[in-house]
């Protein structure tokens, strides 16, 4: 779809709080989907993935959800710090369908101390 | 560090000018990918390849854009007669054969500065 102008979602958590990051993705038959986290000049850093025949899927601090219904993704990140305030995107894929991602909008997470 | 690397990590130059930036992706990967990111946007997909072969190209990627990835292992993008709207941060991800899925792994990117 068309991406929304330079004003990104912002979320602010105090530290140590659970942050829910949330992402509604495009194409119903995407299969694939990954969480990446970007700092200021960095490139994105993979955080999580999860395949559409899965619900549910944890890592160390990080849990991603996938309701295929309504085409929603969520990231939770435990116990908050202040190195992850950092820029947020998920990313879908069709598997069968060739390599590209397609990006959402990203949510900038700010983490007061 | 074993990770994605692209060089150079800037680049300013002149409109009209032709520039090259190169990815070494990690090793054993045999997929490699660029994408272009404006800012508070996500990476918008230009190319990739498997191995040596180019199997899918944006529409993004005018006649302007080339991309080789001649021995299966470095790939260079160059743009040809750059212009003011060409300025963004390119990046190159490399994935490795299946394993959950199309996992991809980004470089710290090159930003082009067209003046």
């Known amino acids: 779809g068309e991406s929304v102008g330079l004003h990104l979602p912002t979320l602010s958590v105090q530290e140590g709080d659970n942050s829910i990051i949330n992402c509604a993705y495009s194409?119903?038959?995407?299969?694939?989907f990954i969480w990446y986290k970007q700092e200021s000049g960095k490139g994105p850093q993979f955080i999580i993935d999860?395949?559409?025949?899965?619900d549910k899927r944890q890592g160390q601090r990080v849990t991603v959800l996938l309701n295929k219904t309504v085409k929603h993704l969520s990231l939770q990140i435990a116990a908050t710090q202040p190195g992850d305030s950092a820029v947020y995107f998920c990313a879908e894929n069709i598997y069968n369908q060739g390599g590209k991602l397609i990006f959402g909008q990203g949510t900038e997470l700010s983490v007061k101390p | 560090d074993t990770g994605v690397s692209q060089n150079p990590r800037h680049k300013i130059t002149k409109r009209g000018q032709n520039v090259t930036f190169r990815c070494d992706p990690i090793?054993?990967?045999?997929?490699l990918y660029w994408y272009r990111q404006t800012l508070g946007q996500g990476p918008e997909f230009l190319t990739y390849?498997?191995?040596?072969?180019?199997?899918?190209k944006s529409r993004l990627l005018s006649d302007r854009f080339s991309a080789e990835r001649p021995k299966g292992s470095f790939s260079t993008l160059e743009i040809q007669r750059t212009e003011q709207g060409d300025s963004a941060m390119y990046l190159c991800a490399s994935s490795p054969k299946v394993r959950l899925g199309n996992e991809q792994y980004f470089g710290p990117g090159t930003r082009l500065t067209v003046t």
């Open positions: 090793s054993e990967h045999n997929r």
């Open positions: 390849f498997q191995n040596e072969a180019q199997l899918e």
């Open positions: 194409n119903s038959a995407s299969d694939y």
């Open positions: 999860i395949r559409s025949n899965m």
